[in-house]
């Protein structure tokens, strides 16, 4: 293996911006899931327990995946452009779920009260929140799939709908979408101050804990028989094993700390497993930014470009960290 | 619709949507800190009820910009994944930094929104200048990359492909200065001047009401410098275009042939076939005069440039022409604000100069718009200037319209509920049991729990 390089530095900070974007906006687009499955006769208090969870924070939260794609087309060009163009359809739709999310969420905070318009744009905000994960998993899917490659001019079918639509990516779709719920109702019920409340989150934490259980196996399942690029990436890389058995372990805690009821514990494995999810992944493909052909040595812009991007993230670290923790410190102790 | 015809339209609708939204971010923010500051020094509720209702009205369109800014992000490679393999090491630079500037943006929204009664005064307030600086400074970072566009340096080109790159010098543009500066005065006097003149309307028909009062006088303090300032950064702005980018001036001018004493032409119907200019009023070496301070000089004309390199005429020259008009019309009625308050007289109760005002309410808005055509469709048939035709830049990807047809739908929709909650939350008078509300003693010692 070649030494690591600033390429390699600058894909560790995109990976690191998603592992953000999945470990905090992944809980918004979460609590909005939980949002319209809200039930049982404290079905108000878990809304508005989730609405003040995320009012504050959801902006920042979402900035994470700006700072991913501007790095992907500042560092990283010919794979923002073959990702773009492939991928079309399902980003364009990614879009308008974060849209209609976005702004579904702030108008419904500033309608009146208990309103008909309340409850509508409450509506649009909770299923653009499940809508959103499951495409951006998709995309996700279609990538780790090797399947984003330069158009072949064989049409539309084969080159815009054919790379991400597939059992696999939906499988990956459907697993993000578990995932997401699963933060979400982690968080919340460290987030509740009645203790109702937090069992209600306690049981929907534990069924999505279930369901993302059964969503990886299924992707396992179909990697196994669709995708052996990334079932070999999955089984057979020695960089990403360590990360999976970590995955794991946290994957287990997560569950004992949610059954005894110990809930910082159960709020931190989950972030664990995220993170080990993540990097999992990430390692499994390197050294490919898409794979099968295109590594990050072949994808990197100029060393010059690299090394300014460095130093700007190092800078902007130093303003931005600071920030993000008297956020945090303020509202979510 | 051609692929392409469909892919500027989309973008050109992206953009002028959240650009309104993008230049409240940056205005709002120092209205609100005003108020605020004022509230913390004179401890009136009034100031306080304004630093509230005008951070209601900014969380709104703060949200539905953060949204429409991330769609631009991705339409970026969405739509012309060319020009963003190719511009994407030169500009992405500029790009992180406004990545970080948004981000502490929306941090510190985030507190300001919500921290009332969770952190001190005085570290509220602190967080408030923190969003209108970093509001402003992400929107100057983004301009720099439109500025790298119009006059892009910082590369070698050498058979079509761009070598040899210094991102730093592409920070540099010769346009970088005079754009940056146009554009933020440009959000000032709009932000300014649209909350002025709401509450010149309402002003008009409650003229005694304290509320309004308070807030005209704060958005002008605001709008009204920086009206008066941007004919001068208009004049910067001229000269630089006269000098970097010709074919651009030419079409603003309507100027089809290079001329010695070019005259200003004032309104007209500019024909790209017969290269002509009806119903047009010229005033002798104005062009001149303006664009290279020489009633003398010779200005470019388009016919310098082959035909396939001219922007669309008739959309630049009319986009200017509004531009202008607008921004002279929002400097005298600046002029008209400062001789009254240098006079000691009330704006409010100058019923015509309210009725300016009131008229004056969109115009910076409109303004901002058209400039925007005259940059982008002035610079057409280019993405970036000289090197990347826009035809090139463009995605592969069929049945664009189908995507336009759907954002389109999408920003329709959206900017009629932002106009009704807009009205419905914040422009209208407050209610009696408001009025007890703000003036209680409770409401003014200790600022309400949430801002919502």
């Given at each position: 293996?070649?030494?690591?390089?600033?390429?390699?530095?600058?894909?560790?900070?995109?990976?690191?911006?998603?592992?953000?974007?999945?470990?905090?906006?992944?809980?918004?687009?979460?609590?909005?899931?939980?949002?319209?499955?809200?039930?049982?006769?404290?079905?108000?208090?878990?809304?508005?327990?989730?609405?003040?969870?995320?009012?504050?924070?959801?902006?920042?939260?979402?900035?994470?995946?700006?700072?991913?794609?501007?790095?992907?087309?500042?560092?990283?060009?010919?794979?923002?452009?073959?990702?773009?163009?492939?991928?079309?359809?399902?980003?364009?739709?990614?879009?308008?779920?974060?849209?209609?999310?976005?702004?579904?969420?702030?108008?419904?905070?500033?309608?009146?009260?208990?309103?008909?318009?309340?409850?509508?744009?409450?509506?649009?905000?909770?299923?653009?929140?499940?809508?959103?994960?499951?495409?951006?998993?998709?995309?996700?899917?279609?990538?780790?799939?090797?399947?984003?490659?330069?158009?072949?001019?064989?049409?539309?079918?084969?080159?815009?709908?054919?790379?991400?639509?597939?059992?696999?990516?939906?499988?990956?779709?459907?697993?993000?979408?578990a995932l997401f719920a699963f933060l979400a109702a982690v968080y919340l019920t460290v987030e509740s101050r009645e203790s109702d409340l937090q069992e209600d989150f306690r049981k929907r934490a534990l069924a999505a804990g279930g369901a993302v259980f059964v969503t990886a196996f299924l992707t396992l399942l179909l990697a196994w028989r669709e995708s052996p690029l990334v079932w070999h990436g999955l089984t057979a890389s020695a960089r990403a094993i360590p990360v999976h058995l970590v995955t794991g372990t946290a994957a287990i805690l997560a569950f004992w700390g949610l059954w005894s009821r110990r809930y910082r514990v159960a709020r931190v494995a989950p972030a664990a497993q995220v993170v080990g999810i993540v990097w999992g992944w990430a390692l499994a493909q390197y050294p490919y930014i898409l794979p099968p052909t295109l590594t990050l040595q072949d994808a990197a812009a100029p060393h010059i470009t690299l090394k300014l991007v460095s130093i700007g993230l190092g800078v902007g670290a130093v303003v931005l960290l600071p920030s993000l923790w008297y956020l945090f410190r303020v509202f979510k102790r | 619709m051609s692929d392409l015809f469909a892919a500027r339209s989309q973008m050109a609708i992206s953009l002028a949507f959240h650009i309104l939204f993008a230049v409240v971010g940056i205005g709002m923010p120092l209205l609100m800190v005003v108020a605020e500051r004022r509230w913390l020094a004179t401890k009136d509720p009034i100031d306080l009820e304004l630093a509230k209702r005008w951070s209601k009205g900014t969380a709104i369109l703060f949200a539905v910009g953060a949204v429409s800014g991330t769609v631009l992000s991705f339409e970026l490679g969405l739509l012309w994944p060319g020009f963003m393999e190719l511009a994407g090491p030169l500009i992405g630079l500029p790009f992180s930094l406004e990545g970080f500037a948004f981000f502490t943006e929306a941090i510190f929204l985030g507190i300001y929104l919500y921290g009332w009664d969770r952190i001190p005064p005085r570290a509220h307030l602190l967080a408030g200048v923190m969003v209108a600086v970093s509001g402003a400074v992400s929107g100057i970072f983004v301009v720099l990359v439109n500025a790298w566009m119009n006059a892009p340096t910082g590369f070698e080109l050498v058979n079509g492909a761009i070598t040899n790159i210094d991102p730093i010098k592409a920070l540099q543009s010769p346009a970088a200065f005079q754009q940056t500066l146009h554009m933020t005065l440009a959000a000032y006097a709009a932000t300014g001047f649209a909350v002025a003149g709401i509450h010149a309307l309402l002003l008009l028909r409650e003229p005694m009401n304290t509320f309004h009062r308070r807030a005209l006088a704060i958005a002008l303090l605001v709008g009204a410098p920086a009206a008066l300032l941007q004919p001068i950064s208009g004049d910067i702005s001229a000269r630089n275009v006269a000098r970097y980018q010709p074919a651009k001036l030419a079409a603003m001018e309507a100027l089809f042939e290079t001329r010695r004493s070019a005259p200003l032409l004032l309104g007209g119907w500019p024909d790209m076939e017969?290269?002509?200019?009806?119903?047009?009023?010229?005033?002798?070496?104005?062009?001149?005069?303006?664009?290279?301070?020489?009633?003398?000089?010779?200005?470019?004309?388009?016919?310098?440039?082959?035909?396939?390199?001219?922007?669309?005429?008739?959309?630049?020259?009319?986009?200017?022409?509004?531009?202008?008009?607008?921004?002279?019309?929002?400097?005298?009625?600046?002029?008209?604000?400062?001789?009254?308050?240098?006079?000691?007289?009330?704006?409010?109760?100058?019923?015509?100069?309210?009725?300016?005002?009131?008229?004056?309410?969109?115009?910076?808005?409109?303004?901002?718009?058209?400039?925007?055509?005259?940059?982008?469709?002035?610079?057409?048939?280019?993405?970036?200037?000289?090197?990347?035709?826009?035809?090139?830049?463009?995605?592969?990807?069929?049945?664009?319209?189908?995507?336009?047809?759907?954002?389109?739908?999408?920003?329709?929709?959206?900017?009629?509920?932002?106009?009704?909650?807009?009205?419905?939350?914040?422009?209208?008078?407050?209610?009696?049991?408001?009025?007890?509300?703000?003036?209680?003693?409770?409401?003014?010692?200790?600022?309400?729990?949430?801002?919502?």
């Open positions: 293996m070649p030494p690591l390089g600033l390429a390699d530095l600058v894909a560790g900070a995109v990976v690191l911006g998603l592992t953000a974007y999945v470990l905090l906006a992944g809980a918004d687009f979460g609590g909005g899931v939980w949002d319209l499955f809200a039930s049982g006769p404290r079905r108000e208090h878990q809304r508005s327990l989730i609405a003040h969870a995320i009012a504050p924070v959801w902006e920042a939260n979402h900035v994470w995946l700006i700072l991913v794609i501007v790095l992907l087309f500042t560092c990283f060009p010919p794979a923002f452009s073959r990702l773009t163009i492939a991928l079309h359809v399902p980003l364009s739709l990614v879009l308008l779920g974060i849209v209609l999310r976005g702004s579904a969420f702030i108008f419904r905070s500033y309608a009146p009260e208990y309103s008909t318009e309340q409850r509508s744009w409450g509506r649009v905000f909770a299923i653009a929140s499940l809508v959103t994960p499951v495409l951006l998993g998709v995309a996700l899917g279609a990538i780790a799939a090797g399947q984003v490659n330069r158009p072949s001019g064989r049409g539309f079918v084969e080159d815009y709908l054919a790379p991400w639509a597939s059992p696999f990516t939906a499988s990956v779709g459907a697993f993000t979408l | 017969t290269r002509t200019v009806r119903y047009g009023i010229e005033i002798p070496a104005g062009l001149s005069l303006l664009a290279a301070h020489d009633p003398d000089a010779e200005i470019a004309g388009l016919d310098q440039f082959p035909r396939e390199d001219w922007p669309h005429v008739p959309t630049v020259h009319v986009a200017f022409q509004v531009m202008v008009g607008l921004g002279t019309a929002m400097a005298l009625v600046a002029l008209w604000v400062i001789w009254t308050v240098a006079r000691r007289r009330q704006i409010a109760e100058h019923p015509l100069l309210l009725k300016a005002l009131a008229v004056c309410a969109p115009f910076g808005f409109i303004a901002i718009e058209a400039g925007w055509t005259v940059t982008e469709v002035g610079r057409q048939p280019w993405v970036v200037h000289g090197v990347l035709r826009t035809a090139d830049a463009v995605t592969p990807m069929p049945g664009l319209t189908y995507t336009l047809a759907g954002f389109t739908l999408l920003y329709v929709l959206l900017g009629i509920v932002v106009v009704w909650m807009l009205y419905s939350q914040i422009i209208k008078s407050p209610r009696d049991q408001d009025w007890h509300r703000i003036y209680s003693p409770a409401a003014a010692t200790r600022p309400a729990t949430e801002a919502r």
